[in-house]
Nanobody, 123 residues
Framework: VQLQASGGGLVQAGGSLRLSCAASRRASSNNGMGWFRQRAEKEREFVAAISWNGGSPVYADSVQGRFTISRSNSRSTLYLQMDSLKPEDTAAYYC?????????????????WGQGTLVTVSS
């Protein structure tokens, strides 16, 4: 499975962006999927995850209430709607396909990773 993330860019604080992650084939439709991010000089961290059927979303505390994860299995695409963006959200964002069917926060539970899309939030 190849994952292609897109939608990153430069936005002012308080603005919104929508990230997309297209999977190369529908093998991901039975798997949980997630978003992670890596800020400058920081380790990669969990952002949000969703189960195979679009239910049970989970979020990092830092983005709860501002970000929304969703998916379209018919389009083999994962989304991350990011609202009320803050400068500390600046990072490279990565999508991933989980080994299992459910949403998970653990990086080791993911087997396929996209190449990342850069989000920059100016103050």
């Amino acid at each position: 499975v190849q994952l292609q993330a897109s939608g990153g860019g430069l936005v002012q604080a308080g603005g919104s962006l929508r990230l997309s992650c297209a999977a190369s084939r529908r093998a991901s439709s039975n798997n949980g999927m997630g978003w992670f991010r890596q800020r400058a000089e920081k380790e990669r961290e969990f952002v949000a995850a969703i189960s195979w059927n679009g239910g049970s979303p989970v979020y990092a505390d830092s983005v709860q209430g501002r970000f929304t994860i969703s998916r379209s299995n018919s389009r083999s695409t994962l989304y991350l709607q990011m609202d009320s963006l803050k400068p500390e959200d600046t990072a490279a964002y990565y999508c991933a396909v989980a080994i299992g069917s459910w949403a998970t926060r653990r990086e080791s539970d993911y087997k396929y990773w996209g190449q990342g899309t850069l989000v920059t939030v100016s103050s």
